[in-house]
């Protein structure tokens, strides 16, 4: 009876741990998801406060690169890490730096100025839109109608929010809303190159590491060159402390959602496309107290379901390259 009873303890914390190990694996992609969305989101209300010190747009992205990368540095020396300096690395740190950081970081800014934090998140959704768009032209992905209803309702979601005269705060902001989707379109091109030419097996730290390095490296002389290099505030402002706050969220936001396309799949990591636009646009009303005509909830629904239509169901979109 002894030997049946401890068979049966064996059996029944075998099967918790079994049943706690898969619980674990299956709530830790959602639990980094849901972190993601929610960071990523503030980064929108941090960018309008970052501003309210006067600093200029580059200087603002100037710090907010260099202290990221600085906090990741710090990450590969503390894990004996190194950034890699082999082909195709320096192509993928030197061409994602200028368009996933110094080009739409610096319009990111500018518009920050003039733009609530709940339209520069829906702006920024066109990202995946955009993605998709290039992709098929550049045949890295296959055509699908589906998807192209997708990137249609997105156009239409960014045309409600600069045509109607009762959207916008002020009817020149739609200027400053065209030039966030240049940006998007910047970062579009930074996520095909990152997927064409990454290797699979690398740490996405380290990918990042190496990125932001190499944007603070182009961005030293820039700053300075256009007079615009400025120390941060001392004591620290509330701007000081949101470009600490972005510089924090950039070294390991991006970092996760590469993890999460390396270990889920591109499939549940674009899911963060809707949280960080909804967190976006919560942020804003929570810190701000921002205020939306009714032009603007429905571009977020229409864009949300453009979100739902762009992304990937499986991986039966995507091309294989033939040598």
């Known amino acids: 009876m002894l030997l049946v009873y401890t068979a049966q303890q064996f059996l029944v914390v075998s099967l918790s741990k079994l049943f706690a190990n898969r619980m ?16 990523w989101g503030l980064s929108f209300s941090l960018a309008r406060m970052s501003t309210e010190d006067g600093l200029h747009p580059l200087a603002i992205n100037y710090w907010s690169c260099l202290l990221a990368a600085a906090v990741l540095c710090l990450f590969c020396l503390v894990t004996k890490q190194r950034v890699p300096l082999t082909k195709p690395f320096p192509f993928i740190y030197i061409s994602c730096g200028i368009l996933g950081t110094i ?11 003039h733009l609530p934090a709940g339209i520069l998140s829906i702006t920024v959704a066109t990202v995946p839109l955009i993605t998709f768009g290039l992709a098929t032209a550049l045949r890295m992905e296959r055509f699908s109608y589906l998807r192209l209803i997708g990137v249609l309702l997105g156009i239409v979601s960014i045309s409600m929010l600069v045509l109607p005269n009762e959207s916008l705060p002020e009817t020149t902001d739609a200027y400053w809303v065209l030039l ?26 380290i990918v990042v590491t ?12 820039l700053v300075w060159l256009t007079g615009t290099f400025d ?26 959602f590469y993890h999460l396309i390396v270990t889920t799949g591109p499939t549940f990591a674009a899911q963060a496309a809707y949280l960080v636009t909804l967190a976006g646009v919560m942020w804003g009303i929570v810190i701000f107290g921002e205020e939306h005509s009714v032009w603007i909830w429905w571009a977020l629904v229409i ?8 992304q990937p169901r499986d991986g039966s979109n995507r091309v294989t390259p033939t040598a």
């Open 103 to 113: 080009v739409p970081g610096t319009l990111y800014f500018y518009a920050a100025s």
């Open 180 to 205: 966030m989707i240049v940006a998007s379109a910047a970062y579009s091109a930074e996520t095909l190159i990152v997927d064409a030419q990454t290797p699979p097996d690398i740490n996405p730290f």
């Open 231 to 256: 120390m941060l505030p001392w004591p620290p402002t509330r701007g000081t402390i949101a470009i600490i706050g972005m510089a924090v969220i950039t070294a390991t936001a991006v970092g996760i």
């Open 210 to 221: 190496g990125m932001l390095v190499a944007s603070s490296v182009i961005m030293t002389p």
């Open 303 to 310: 864009m949300m379901a453009a979100l739902f239509l762009v």
């Open 24 to 39: 674990r694996a299956k709530l830790i992609p959602i639990i980094l998801l849901l972190f993601l969305g929610l960071v």
